[in-house]
Every structure is written in structure tokens, then in C-alpha cells.
């Protein structure tokens, strides 16, 4: 698949809360999808460059034609790793690469009951027979549209 149907792909998902999608409308064009929790971040710039940094500030990039940084320029490769100013190193990938690591991380973070309500109720029954007493515990599961608040009814699977 090309990278550009794996990022709307990404794009296209109901996340959890904490997983947050920014866009800009300008130039160049930017997405960002982060996940407040942790600070693992994924940006798209011009759906050419593509960055993932996880929770523990590892960094890959796609590798730019040129890179300065303290006033010298560098041609990174494939493979190779820079280190910043500040002290993050960076490591250069393939674009399909990286795309893959964001798409493995955000993938568990995907609201599987997004435009649901969901209701338990845990009923006890208790009965005696013979003098001894038997408790019967019933789970109900419920669930109902989010999206449509008109709707009062909530679906029961027992």
C-alpha cells in the first residue's frame, strides 16, 4: 500500500482521548498525531517527511537532502543517527518505516466503542433451597448510539 493510503489510513481512525490529530491549513502542510500520555508524537510534513519519537525520546526521521546543524551541513543516509544540541539523537529511516512505527503504536490506541454508550449492571439473586443459600450473579451488558441523542434505548447482550 502507499504511503499515502497508510497515513489517511492513520488519519482516518476514532482514537482514544489521549491520542490527539492536529493539521494546519497553511504551507508547508503539517499533521501531527500525539498521544498526550505518553508524548510519543508522529508528523507528516507535505506527506514527504515523515517523524516518529517514542516515550523514552528515541526520534527517527526520513532523511532530509540536507541538514545543518551548528552551521555545518550533513547528508545523512539511511541508517545513520545525528545527534542534536541538545543532546536527542536522531535516527534516519525509510518513510515506510516509519510510518509502520506510528501505525503499530496508534493502532492500540483505536476507541473500538466510539459512538457508543456502554451500561453494566450486576444483578445478585439469592434462593434457598433446603436451607442453603445459592447467589446467582448476572452480568448485563448494554449499549447504546452516543452520536444520537434522540435514541433511549440501550441494546442488552446477556
Request: charged residues 25%; negative net charge.
Amino acid at each position: 500500500m502507499p504511503t499515502t493510503q497508510k497515513l489517511k489510513k492513520l488519519l482516518s481512525h476514532n482514537y482514544n482521548a489521549n491520542i490527539v490529530i492536529e493539521e494546519n491549513e497553511g504551507r508547508p502542510k503539517v499533521i501531527i498525531i500525539a498521544d498526550a500520555n505518553s508524548g510519543t508524537m508522529f508528523w507528516a510534513v507535505e506527506n514527504a517527511m515523515f517523524s516518529f519519537k517514542d516515550e523514552d525520546d528515541n526520534m527517527w526521521s526520513t532523511v532530509p537532502d540536507c541538514l545543518i546543524i551548528n552551521d555545518e551541513k550533513h547528508h545523512p543516509q539511511v541508517g545513520h543517527s545525528i545527534t542534536g544540541p541538545d543532546g536527542e539523537i536522531c535516527i534516519f529511516s525509510t518513510e515506510e518505516t516509519i510510518l509502520g512505527m506510528a501505525t503499530h503504536y496508534f493502532e492500540k490506541h483505536i476507541d473500538i466503542f466510539y459512538g457508543f454508550d456502554l451500561c453494566r449492571n450486576m444483578h445478585t439473586f439469592q434462593e434457598k433451597i433446603n436451607g442453603k443459600t445459592f447467589t446467582y450473579k448476572l452480568m448485563e451488558k448494554g449499549f447504546k448510539s452516543a452520536l444520537y441523542e434522540r435514541i433511549d434505548r440501550y441494546i442488552s447482550s446477556n
